[in-house]
């Protein structure tokens, strides 16, 4: 597998142990070579990668917040098809657990078009940015984050996996969202989709505030989220709240509406099996990765020009039907666009005396947005077990791009995971918290069985 190195040198194989901002050097190139969040400004050699010119911050024409969302890139034709048949002449921009799937999955393919360098955020967010790529830092222990500015990427420059797992840990959707989707896990040996695991959500930051003054002023508190299940009647009325936290394990409280009892849950993290997904999912596989980075040793390995999901308006329009949109082995292939991006790619070996499920996993970081994209995730002998795909698109109220619709497929047991996915419901409020309509409040365990029974 070939991976550019470009930005990074000695410091790569430290893992964790570079804590310092941002070489001085280095400094010098925002506003220059690379673009406010660190990427590379220039496209690639043969163009295929374009040139980021700041984005495609403007929503088309007559369009309103909390109305399905159009493609402004429809009309867009495809470029190539990836399939069982030609893809080993592909397979060097792709993960090895994505050419598995699409060797091994019957009538799967991942159609390329045009690379869109969408992606674009407010100015107070680039300012925000320059600023921690002068100051942020990580604590000496080499894996939490000491300080750095909220409502920016804390390392644009990164010097370490660790650093590149922080900046897509601290991905900013905005001041905070709400969300209502449905996951959903086809049977296996089976035709069909599955019940509909119908959810809502909510979450926010007090480091997503524009105004936020460090890792201090939010009080440990990396972000917080409430996810309640609305169907289907086994577990309506179910709950999740999460207190993500900067230096300490998470804090988890469980509702269970048959119970009518909170309860805290200090082994809900890490590896534990995700609740109601059948044993195909761990709790760090949501939002591809969170939680404390100590169970691994992480190295910044280098970037790689990849075919990932990207600007994926029609594959998580509110307006689809969700017959169009969730198959009985993956999302639709008619509704998901793949593009070539540069990717950052960070490999997790697990510590001695550590125990996880998966030994070893691999990243795949956007480079203009700091979100995973891909992540492959090993078994003890080595072979790809797991494989995540989600894709990013804009939200031009915010502006920020963000994410929906995403897969987890298990090359063992051969079944998927078809997560967040918005056909049928409302859009996504993406300024739940900036207008109002969602506060720090709501994640309060004490309220937690009232909020899910209002």
């Given at each position: 597998?070939?991976?550019?190195?470009?930005?990074?040198?000695?410091?790569?194989?430290?893992?964790?142990?570079?804590?310092?901002?941002?070489?001085?050097?280095?400094?010098?190139?925002?506003?220059?070579?690379?673009?406010?969040?660190?990427?590379?400004?220039?496209?690639?050699?043969?163009?295929?990668?374009?040139?980021?010119?700041?984005?495609?911050?403007?929503?088309?024409?007559?369009?309103?917040?909390?109305?399905?969302?159009?493609?402004?890139?429809?009309?867009?034709?495809?470029?190539?098809?990836?399939?069982?048949?030609n893809v080993d002449r592909y397979k060097d921009k792709l993960a090895p657990g994505q050419v598995e799937m699409v060797k091994t999955?019957?009538?799967?393919?991942?159609?390329?078009?045009?690379?869109?360098?969408?992606?674009?955020?407010?100015?107070?967010?680039?300012?925000?940015?320059?600023?921690?790529?002068?100051?942020?830092?990580?604590?000496?222990?080499?894996?939490?984050?000491?300080?750095?500015?909220?409502?920016?990427?804390?390392?644009?420059?990164?010097?370490?996996?660790?650093?590149?797992?922080?900046?897509?840990?601290?991905?900013?959707?905005?001041?905070?969202?709400?969300?209502?989707?449905?996951?959903?896990?086809?049977?296996?040996?089976?035709?069909?989709?599955?019940?509909?695991?119908?959810?809502?959500?909510?979450?926010?930051?007090?480091?997503?505030?524009?105004?936020?003054?460090?890792?201090?002023?939010?009080?440990?508190?990396?972000?917080l989220y409430l996810n309640t299940f609305t169907s289907p009647p086994s577990i309506a009325g179910d709950a999740t709240l999460t207190?993500?936290?900067?230096?300490?394990?998470?804090?988890?409280?469980?509702?269970?509406?048959?119970?009518?009892?909170?309860?805290?849950?200090?082994?809900?993290?890490?590896?534990?099996?995700?609740?109601?997904?059948?044993?195909?999912?761990?709790?760090?596989?949501?939002?591809?990765?969170?939680?404390?980075?100590?169970?691994?040793?992480?190295?910044?390995?280098?970037?790689?020009?990849?075919?990932?999901?990207?600007?994926?308006?029609?594959?998580?329009?509110?307006?689809?039907?969700?017959?169009?949109?969730?198959?009985?082995?993956?999302?639709?292939?008619?509704?998901?666009?793949?593009?070539?991006?540069?990717?950052?790619?960070?490999?997790?070996?697990?510590?001695?005396?550590?125990?996880?499920?998966?030994?070893?996993?691999?990243?795949?970081?956007?480079?203009?947005?700091?979100?995973?994209?891909?992540?492959?995730?090993?078994?003890?002998?080595?072979?790809?077990?797991?494989?995540?795909?989600?894709?990013?698109?804009?939200?031009?109220?915010?502006?920020?791009?963000?994410?929906?619709?995403?897969?987890?497929?298990?090359?063992?047991?051969?079944?998927?995971?078809?997560?967040?996915?918005?056909?049928?419901r409302k859009e996504p409020d993406w300024l739940a918290t900036r207008e109002g309509r969602l506060k720090e409040k709501t994640f309060?365990?004490?309220?937690?069985?009232?909020?899910?029974?209002?």
């Open positions: 597998m070939k991976y550019t190195t470009w930005l990074i040198s000695a410091t790569v194989a430290l893992g964790g142990a570079a804590y310092a901002a941002a070489p001085e050097q280095d400094m010098a190139r925002f506003g220059k070579d690379l673009t406010p969040v660190g990427a590379e400004r220039a496209g690639n050699k043969d163009g295929s990668i374009p040139e980021w010119t700041g984005g495609d911050m403007k929503a088309p024409g007559g369009w309103k917040p909390g109305t399905p969302r159009p493609d402004p890139y429809a009309n867009d034709k495809r470029l190539l098809s990836i399939d069982a048949s999955i019957p009538g799967y393919r991942m159609d390329v078009y045009t690379t869109r360098r969408s992606c674009g955020f407010p100015d107070f967010y680039y300012e925000r940015t320059k600023k921690n790529a002068a100051s942020a830092r990580l604590a000496d222990n080499g894996q939490n984050l000491a300080e750095a500015l909220g409502a920016g990427v804390p390392f644009p420059i990164p010097q370490s996996g660790v650093e590149a797992m922080w900046n897509h840990k601290l991905h900013w959707k905005g001041e905070g969202f709400q969300m209502s989707y449905a996951g959903y896990i086809p049977p296996k040996g089976g035709d069909g989709i599955g019940e509909p695991l119908g959810q809502e959500e909510w979450q926010t930051s007090p480091m997503w505030s524009p105004s936020n003054k460090g890792v201090a002023d939010a009080r440990g508190i990396e972000s207190r993500y936290k900067f230096a300490e394990a998470n804090d988890v409280w469980l509702y269970f509406a048959s119970q009518r009892r909170v309860r805290r849950a200090p082994t809900y993290q890490y590896d534990a099996p995700q609740l109601n997904t059948e044993n195909l999912l761990t709790v760090d596989q949501y939002m591809q990765f969170n939680g404390p980075l100590d169970r691994y040793d992480w190295k910044l390995v280098g970037k790689k020009e990849m075919y990932v999901p990207y600007n994926t308006y029609r594959l998580n329009s509110s307006a689809n039907k969700v017959e169009d949109v969730v198959k009985p082995k993956f999302l639709s292939r008619d509704h998901t666009r793949y593009e070539l991006h540069r990717m950052w790619v960070v490999e997790a070996t697990l510590k001695s005396g550590m125990r996880h499920t998966f030994p070893k996993r691999v990243f795949y970081l956007d480079e203009d947005t700091w979100t995973i994209l891909v992540e492959d995730m090993y078994d003890a002998q080595g072979k790809v077990w797991r494989t995540t795909e989600m894709g990013p698109y804009m939200a031009w109220e915010i502006p920020a791009c963000v994410w929906a619709a995403n897969t987890s497929y298990d090359h063992q047991t051969r079944r998927a995971v078809l997560d967040r996915v918005v056909a049928g309060e365990p004490d309220g937690l069985r009232r909020f899910t029974t209002r």
